[in-house]
């Protein structure tokens, strides 16, 4: 996918303004917050499974490099090509590689976000093949010619009523908004392509070590007419969603479909050791998986591995007051929210995304939401220290928060400061007292935030007065 994360600005303030974006946005965003909380209020113990399912992501993060070789093994002994890419082409190149190699010409393709990194769409359709999107958000998506904006709920940018009239206006429906109905037209639609299939495409949750097990867990079964009707399947893993044993799946698992969708349990859970064994009645006769890299061994090997601990639940999306007013499209890439504000910087370079690790006001609604526990905060100002020791920083900020800091040691110099300042802001010409917008440039500060006016009295001097009175 094009990366244009460093238009953050510029799109977030085009999506703020966008009504009916924020319809969608409002609609989605607290449906699927109220359903985790829901969701999550039945655990006994919430917090220690919360531990539990961190501790299993860390350790298997400790070992990866040994868990996937062990996984390898275990793959190749039931009959998986298991291919390695290290970059997005490579990986596309292998699934090409393998789509020319078994004559496929039709395509039905389940979730995979890796394939969204790798635009490996584009390059099948490009070289002829017919690809289909069969989730039903990643359909919606594909045939509005758009991009997924959220990890989970790919349309989480769409009404129901813009369905409505994309269904009617690409699939020649009767116009409904009964959701049912759009439903049963994408699976009248998307059935036969089942059938005619020549390979599916699939992205996969966790991939067990222990076992050699491949997961999906979904709520449309799409995912296993992918894996099982085609003569070919083939798996895109990103290698960090290798997990230890499948005991870690089962705490991971509870924990991953109530952060995502506030169920205790999605519709379906696939766990796929391999391709079709000799009198099976059905299943591909052959099976590929490919573990992608894509600049994952350099998060591994950074500052930032846990980052590489996400298990993809979107959670963090639906708390983030940021992702709530201006989806997930604003961050420019495939991963959006405080996650993807993390690592489309690390992934792509921090300064192809310089603006994601601002978007955010640290409120820490991320990591109480995480299910991992991840301290998205603090891998955001980290990321903001690196930009400012690399020289990505707005000049008249970094000068404010220098004074802020010297300020900030001698408590009668911010005193001295404070008054020096509200006087200032009420003589000086251009603050605009309405917008709260500073003048000159100090204006950096505020073009995307508020400088309400100084309180006619200082806090400290209130204080005082208080206790001249006597009052407690
Ligand atoms: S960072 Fe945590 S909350 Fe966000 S998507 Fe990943 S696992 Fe879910």
């Not at 089962?250 to 952060?259: E, N």
Request: charged share 20%; hydrophobic share 40%.
């Amino acid at each position: 996918m094009e990366l244009k994360a460093n238009r953050f600005v510029e799109s977030a303030t085009t999506a703020i303004r966008d009504r009916v974006l924020q319809t969608a946005l409002d609609r989605g965003t607290t449906h699927a917050l109220n359903a985790r909380i829901n969701a999550m209020s039945e655990v006994t113990d919430a917090a220690a499974l919360r531990q539990q399912a961190r501790a299993a992501r860390l350790r298997a993060l400790h070992s990866l490099p040994d868990l996937l070789e062990m996984l390898e093994r275990k793959l190749t002994a039931r009959g998986v090509h298991v291919l390695w890419a290290s970059d997005g082409q490579e990986c596309n190149r292998h699934i090409l590689d393998i789509a020319r190699r078994h004559h496929v010409r039709q395509i039905a393709k389940g979730k995979s976000m890796v394939t969204e990194e790798t635009g490996l769409n584009r390059l099948l359709e490009g070289e002829g093949l017919d690809v289909v999107e069969t989730d039903l958000g990643e359909f919606i998506v594909q045939i509005a010619h758009e991009t997924p904006s959220h990890i989970i709920m790919p349309v989480m940018h769409k009404t129901r009523e813009q369905v409505r009239d994309l269904f009617a206006r690409e699939l020649h429906m009767t116009p409904t908004d009964d959701p049912a109905a759009l439903t049963a037209a994408a699976r009248a639609y998307m059935r036969p392509r089942f059938i005619e299939a020549d390979m599916g495409i699939q992205g996969c949750n966790f991939a067990i070590a222990e076992t050699g097990t491949l997961i999906t867990v979904t709520n449309e079964g799409n995912g296993r007419m992918c894996s099982s009707l085609p003569r070919v399947f083939v798996m895109a893993v990103g290698i960090e969603k290798v997990i230890e044993t499948l005991d870690d799946f089962g705490t991971l698992l509870q924990l991953l479909t109530r952060s995502a969708t506030g169920q205790r349990l999605s519709s379906y859970v696939h766990l796929i050791n391999g391709p079709a064994r000799p009198g099976d009645p059905d299943g591909p006769e052959a099976m590929y998986v490919v573990l992608v890299d894509n600049g994952r061994t350099s998060i591994y090997d950074g500052e930032y591995p846990e980052a590489l601990a996400c298990i993809r639940c979107g959670a963090c999306l639906n708390t983030c007051p940021v992702y709530q007013n201006v989806g997930g499209h604003a961050y420019g890439w495939v991963y959006a929210g405080p996650i993807g504000a993390v690592v489309t910087p690390l992934l792509n370079g921090i300064h192809n995304a310089a603006p994601l690790p601002h978007a955010s006001s640290l409120c820490g609604a991320c990591k109480a939401a995480c299910p991992v526990d991840i301290n998205i905060p603090d891998l955001l100002l980290r990321l903001r220290a690196d930009l400012v020791a690399d020289g990505d920083a707005d000049p008249a900020i970094s000068l404010g928060v220098k004074g802020w800091a010297v300020a900030m040691r001698s408590p009668q110099l911010y005193e001295v400061a404070g008054k020096a300042a509200s006087a200032a802001s009420r003589v000086a010409a251009g603050y605009d007292e309405t917008l709260h917008r500073l003048p000159g440039p100090l204006g950096h500060w505020t073009r995307n935030r508020d400088f309400p006016p100084f309180a006619a009295k200082p806090f400290r001097q209130l204080w005082r007065e208080r206790k001249r009175q006597g009052r407690p």
